[in-house]
């Protein structure tokens, strides 16, 4: 365990832990005072390229802790990732963003369906700030619309038999355990 997860792990009881993505910083509301909230590098990085306003600039710096996830968790989210098939519609971020949350053992708050998708296969407890959060996990699955095969691989970028065009289909579902 890193240290930051030892803090995390030691205060959950009396303070709830969150890990934000980018636009639950952007879109902050009024977390709890006694809450701890996390991001990572790659979602600070994010908010200064692309948001730029001194209200998220002022979050990071008076609320934030920054981390990075470690290696063992970011290789099982990215395997949770292909397995559901998300794994093409998750940045870098995102994909370290959950990472963070697993490792932390937070409550991961975020609007992205596809993340909350990996949250739910990973048992990471979720919350969105305006959007319904998804209720079912989704396994996803890559068809082709000339030949009907189901292609091997989830990031596949076309057929591997006629190299035709790919649609994502829905292969099955389960609710998510809350
Ligand atoms: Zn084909």
């Given at each position: 365990?890193t240290?930051?997860?030892?803090?995390?792990?030691?205060?959950k009881?009396?303070?709830?832990v969150f890990v934000?993505?980018?636009?639950a910083?952007?879109?902050a509301t009024?977390?709890?005072?006694?809450?701890i909230?996390?991001?990572?590098?790659?979602v600070?990085r994010?908010?200064?390229?692309v948001?730029?306003t001194?209200?998220a600039?002022?979050?990071?710096?008076?609320?934030l802790?920054?981390?990075e996830?470690?290696?063992?968790?970011?290789?099982w989210i990215?395997k949770k990732?292909?397995e559901?098939?998300?794994i093409t519609?998750?940045?870098?971020?995102?994909?370290?963003?959950?990472?963070?949350?697993?490792e932390?053992?937070?409550?991961?708050?975020?609007?992205?369906?596809?993340?909350q998708?990996?949250?739910g296969a990973a048992?990471?407890?979720?919350?969105?700030?305006?959007l319904p959060?998804?209720?079912?996990y989704?396994?996803?699955e890559l068809k082709?619309?000339?030949c009907?095969?189901?292609?091997?691989t989830?990031?596949?970028?076309e057929?591997?038999?006629c190299?035709?065009?790919?649609?994502?289909r829905?292969?099955k579902?389960?609710?998510?355990k809350?």
């Amino acid at each position: 365990m890193t240290e930051a997860s030892d803090r995390a792990a030691g205060r959950k009881s009396a303070a709830e832990v969150f890990v934000l993505d980018t636009s639950a910083i952007y879109n902050a509301t009024d977390y709890p005072a006694d809450s701890i909230l996390y991001s990572t590098p790659l979602v600070v990085r994010e908010l200064r390229r692309v948001y730029r306003t001194e209200r998220a600039e002022l979050f990071v710096q008076s609320r934030l802790r920054i981390t990075e996830p470690g290696r063992a968790s970011s290789e099982w989210i990215r395997k949770k990732a292909v397995e559901s098939g998300d794994i093409t519609r998750l940045s870098p971020t995102d994909l370290e963003v959950l990472s963070l949350a697993k490792e932390l053992r937070a409550v991961l708050v975020t609007e992205d369906y596809s993340m909350q998708n990996i949250a739910g296969a990973a048992g990471i407890e979720f919350r969105s700030l305006y959007l319904p959060p998804i209720k079912d996990y989704v396994e996803w699955e890559l068809k082709c619309m000339s030949c009907g095969t189901v292609s091997a691989t989830k990031d596949a970028k076309e057929c591997m038999i006629c190299g035709g065009k790919l649609i994502t289909r829905r292969r099955k579902s389960r609710p998510i355990k809350s």
